[in-house]
């Protein structure tokens, strides 16, 4: 008597489900560990109830959001998550210019002037990816995202000052970055 075992759709589920809470769970506590390494490990001594909050700061996150953190395994997935890791040193460079930049404005040796701009995002079309953007903008000091309009890809932030605003509308390096972290890069022919 020989017996055979079904491949059932809920073992491709659970696995599936497992593999996008890992990642999730593993990206969110490596971000927890980014931004509290000078308060964790620099001046103090190596301290497991601090890294203990942060293990459940990572998994209270990776509950509420592992549905929208990672798409399903067909969505090129760890090519996203290859591209995600150096647009997050990127991004964290971004905010160092930026705060620089700020604190020039603050001690008046860069003039202030205050900017609201409106600017369409025809690249990136999935909503992650306009999250990202809309989240990278307000990360950056010096620049807010008020409005997104995802149906016109239109994004209205306000700058502090005509350079900032400029980067956003003119310049699109974020955009552009964004757009290819998520594969939604445009191409030759469009504009």
């Given at each position: 008597?020989?017996?055979?075992?079904?491949?059932?759709?809920?073992?491709?589920?659970?696995?599936?489900?497992?593999?996008?809470?890992?990642?999730?769970?593993?990206?969110?506590?490596?971000?927890?560990?980014?931004?509290?390494?000078?308060?964790?490990?620099?001046?103090?001594?190596?301290?497991?109830?601090?890294?203990?909050?942060?293990?459940?700061?990572?998994?209270?996150v990776t509950f509420l959001t592992w549905r929208m953190f990672v798409p399903r395994r067909?969505?090129?997935?760890?090519?996203?998550?290859?591209?995600?890791?150096?647009?997050?040193?990127?991004?964290?460079?971004?905010?160092?210019?930026?705060?620089?930049?700020?604190?020039?404005?603050?001690?008046?040796?860069?003039?202030?002037?205050?900017?609201?701009?409106?600017?369409?995002?025809?690249?990136?079309?999935?909503?992650?990816?306009?999250?990202?953007?809309?989240?990278?903008?307000?990360l950056t000091p010096g620049t807010v995202t008020i409005l997104v309009d995802p149906e016109?890809?239109?994004?209205?932030?306000?700058?502090?000052?005509?350079?900032?605003?400029?980067?956003?509308?003119?310049?699109?390096?974020?955009?552009?970055?964004?757009?290819?972290?998520?594969?939604?890069?445009?191409?030759?022919?469009?504009?």
């Amino acid at each position: 008597m020989e017996m055979t075992v079904a491949f059932c759709p809920e073992d491709i589920k659970s696995e599936n489900r497992t593999f996008r809470m890992a990642l999730t769970f593993s990206a969110m506590f490596i971000f927890w560990v980014l931004l509290t390494a000078w308060s964790v490990y620099f001046p103090e001594p190596y301290d497991f109830t601090k890294v203990g909050r942060g293990v459940m700061c990572a998994l209270i996150v990776t509950f509420l959001t592992w549905r929208m953190f990672v798409p399903r395994r067909g969505d090129k997935v760890l090519l996203t998550v290859k591209r995600l890791i150096p647009y997050m040193g990127w991004e964290i460079w971004q905010i160092y210019l930026a705060a620089v930049d700020v604190a020039k404005r603050i001690l008046g040796i860069l003039p202030i002037d205050p900017q609201i701009v409106e600017f369409d995002t025809p690249m990136l079309k999935s909503d992650f990816a306009m999250l990202a953007f809309a989240t990278s903008i307000t990360l950056t000091p010096g620049t807010v995202t008020i409005l997104v309009d995802p149906e016109r890809g239109r994004y209205t932030c306000h700058a502090i000052a005509k350079e900032p605003a400029d980067s956003l509308a003119v310049d699109q390096g974020m955009q552009k970055y964004v757009g290819w972290v998520f594969g939604e890069e445009s191409t030759e022919g469009e504009k």
